[in-house]
């Protein structure tokens, strides 16, 4: 009996989290960050480094994909910043996304040396 309720709860949960998420209009969007840089990164990809919890480690030539939650929409302008920091923990890329700059780049960021933010 008490194995049915925990069932019961768990498919409420459920239900209740897709009809929420659903009710949001947002989605996930799998975004592929590539380091194309020759040192490994610490990479924060949602909101820099004032998110610590987006934090991923990345090796020189590989990747990482990240499920990011975006707008259905391409008409929201909002945007995320991704920062790398190199072992010495400099900060060697920085950029904000749109989501029309990610539609256009493939949904994949390259790290490279660069910081435009």
Not at 12 to 33: E, M, N, Q
Not at 68 to 92: C, H, N, T, Y
């Amino acid at each position: 009996m008490a194995l049915n309720a925990i069932r019961q709860s768990l498919v409420l949960i459920a239900v209740t989290v897709a009809i929420a998420a659903a009710a949001c209009g947002d989605s996930f969007k799998d975004v592929v960050l590539h380091n194309a840089t020759d040192v490994a990164v610490a990479v924060y990809h949602n909101g820099g480094r004032e998110v610590p919890l987006s934090r991923v480690e990345i090796a020189a030539g590989t990747s990482h994909i990240a499920g990011w939650l975006w707008p259905i929409s391409s008409d929201d302008f909002r945007s995320r910043k991704v920062e790398a920091l190199d072992a010495q923990g400099q900060l060697i890329y920085c950029r904000a996304f749109s989501h029309r700059d990610l539609q256009r780049l493939g949904w994949k960021v390259e790290i490279v040396r660069e910081r435009t933010c």
